[in-house]
């Protein structure tokens, strides 16, 4: 039987600050595959975002938390954790960077949550020559996470989501299910205008959407 997970003491943390450039100089397709970076300065359990990263298209855009972290090398570490992701049938990387992430920014007045997205579009590949419809699977949509907040313009969680919405600026996310749950990390857009709603004797909240950019990735803790 699947282990059950609960939308109960969830913990939402948004990026505070992000580290500078690492330039990757490669990414070897392998099983794990191991990432070249020269005195990056990272640790096992950092997380990084893949900011611009061309070729390997599978990890663009993508947060992930650091092990097996040598002085030049590190690998994208593994949902079961321990090990980094297998790369092998990944496209070859060409060049890019990442940055080190600080979540210092705890989202602590969430309500309630939607997720939504991540369908893919079919494509019809039917050709003449068949007897039937053949589809084949396009692109993923963006995944959204829609939720209510407590509202508070005092928050420091609202206050800086309000500052990244009217930025129109990229953060990072990471969703812990519980103490030393499972962990969902991603990198989006967050829309927050802090405007009070309800109906006349509820309590007061305030509306928030993060649309994800890239895939999210999953750790089992």
């Known amino acids: 039987m699947a282990t059950i997970t609960k939308w109960s003491n969830v913990a939402i943390a948004m990026q505070s600050a992000l580290g500078s450039n690492l330039t990757i100089s490669s990414i070897t397709l392998a099983n794990p595959g191991v990432v070249t970076s020269t005195a ?5 359990g950092d997380y990084v975002v893949m900011s ?27 949902v079961s954790g ?10 070859a990387f060409t060049s890019g960077y990442c940055n080190k992430i600080t979540f210092g920014t705890a989202i602590a007045t969430a309500t309630s ?3 939504s997205g991540g369908n893919f579009d079919m494509l019809d590949a039917t050709t003449i020559h068949d007897n039937q419809k053949i589809v084949v699977p396009g692109l993923p949509a963006e ?12 928050d420091a969680g609202q206050i800086a989501m309000k500052a990244a919405s009217d930025a129109q600026a990229k953060r990072a996310f990471k969703f812990t299910f519980g103490t030393g749950g499972r962990i969902v990390v991603f990198n989006g857009y967050v829309g927050f205008a ?16 993060i649309t994800g950019q890239g895939s999210n990735t999953n750790y089992s803790a």
């Open 194 to 209: 802090g405007a009070p709603q309800g109906n006349a004797q509820e309590i007061v909240k305030t509306s928030a959407v």
């Open 82 to 91: 321990g090990s980094g992701i297998n790369t092998t049938s990944y496209d």
């Open 143 to 154: 995944t959204k996470f829609e939720f209510d907040n407590i509202w508070d313009p005092t």
């Open 40 to 44: 990056h300065g990272l640790a096992n």
């Open 52 to 78: 611009s990263v061309l070729g390997m298209r599978q990890i663009t855009d993508r947060v992930f938390r650091v092990c097996n972290v040598a002085t030049n090398t590190f690998q994208l570490e593994d």
């Open 113 to 115: 949550m939607s997720v």
